[in-house]
């Protein structure tokens, strides 16, 4: 339905807002939750209606997210003005917090590379047992529970 139709004019249901927008209802709703997005108010049924800004708004999400960016992150461009000169200095820091949080992901994704190859290279397949499942089984002993493990790190999204 064209955006000048009477559903338009009063708004889409979530479903149809879902498939609008590429965003699921359940994502929908778990950002409306997370006070990223206000839908336009409810209809004579009492169910969410969504607006064509609304649904502009989703994909900025999308998008966002798909850049690997944190709700926090999100959250921040959201509430910028695009016509604001200083809002592009606001815009700008936030990509370079980003840019350092995917430079991190990205060490943290080459040193895991090297650990799997070296892994990967103590096995050819010939000898009677194999030793990546071997080394496996060591490194899970390594870690039992009587021994403190450090938790993992927290990603940032």
Do not use: W
């Amino acid at each position: 339905m064209p955006p000048s139709s009477p559903s338009a004019q009063r708004g889409y249901q979530i479903g149809e807002a879902a498939k609008r927008s590429g965003v699921s209802a359940v994502n929908i709703r778990f950002y409306e939750k997370e006070q990223l997005l206000s839908p336009l108010g409810r209809g004579d049924n009492s169910y969410r209606l969504y607006s064509e800004g609304d649904l502009h708004q989703l994909r900025f999400i999308r998008l966002c997210r798909a850049m690997d960016m944190s709700l926090d992150e999100v959250r921040t461009l959201l509430g910028l003005d695009l016509n604001n000169k200083s809002d592009c200095a606001a815009a700008r820091e936030a990509l370079d917090g980003h840019l350092g949080h995917v430079r991190a992901r990205l060490a943290e994704l080459k040193a895991l590379e090297k650990d799997l190859k070296a892994l990967r290279n103590r096995c050819d397949g010939s000898d009677t047992h194999c030793h990546i499942i071997e080394a496996l089984h060591q490194l899970a002993d390594e870690q039992d529970s009587a021994k403190a493990v450090p938790a993992q790190k927290k990603r940032h999204v």
